[in-house]
């Protein structure tokens, strides 16, 4: 499977797919990393690590539209099969969406549709509740809307502070997505052979 990851920020979700070994035997291929940020520390990680980054500035263009469409002019050409959202910080807009039905994947730090939007996990935390979670969807026109493919609960204890409460929500963000990209890959798989008439 080839793939690209766009983030904006540390990209702690990034890494953690990149140095997935299990990933890299189910044949996982970062094509490349797209990141909005051009001092962002996940761009740093993406080369330290040989994966290619594109650096797109929503200030450089016109319209969100024409940003999106010069993101379509890079893919394009590198066959990409899924778009994976790593803490990438812009809504995704009809232009990527009709060019990858589908084929776009984000994660997000709430049991959605609870606390959709920007802060979170601050949010549940400040909100009393007991428990929030990390949700991996599809994307489509809204924001953190779409199909749920995976959802699961992380507690919210007395004794947590924002920081061990992200903490933990990371931890199982990065076991989520390496487990939901390694099931796509393996139904791509599926579907490639079957549409080759192999069993």
Known sequence: MKAAIFASGNGTNF?????????????????????????APVIFK?????????????????????????????????????????????V????????????????????????????AIERAFDSGEKQTGVTIHYIDEGVDTGPIILQKIVPISNNDTVETLEKRIHENEHIMYIEVISELIKNEGENRNHEKGID
């Open 46 to 90: 993406a080369k330290k690590l040989g994966i290619p980054v594109f650096i797109n500035n929503l200030d450089d263009f016109d319209t969100r539209a024409d940003y999106e469409r010069e993101i379509v002019n890079v893919l394009s050409p590198l066959d990409i099969d899924y778009i994976f959202l790593a803490g990438y910080m812009r």
């Open 92 to 119: 995704v807009t009809n232009v990527l969406l009709d060019h990858y039905p589908n084929k776009i994947i984000n994660i997000h730090p709430s049991l959605l549709p609870k606390f959709s939007g920007l802060n």
């Open 15 to 39: 890494e953690a797919i990149a140095k997935s070994k299990k990933l890299f035997d189910d044949g996982l291929e970062i094509k490349l990393l797209v990141c909005d940020k051009p001092n």
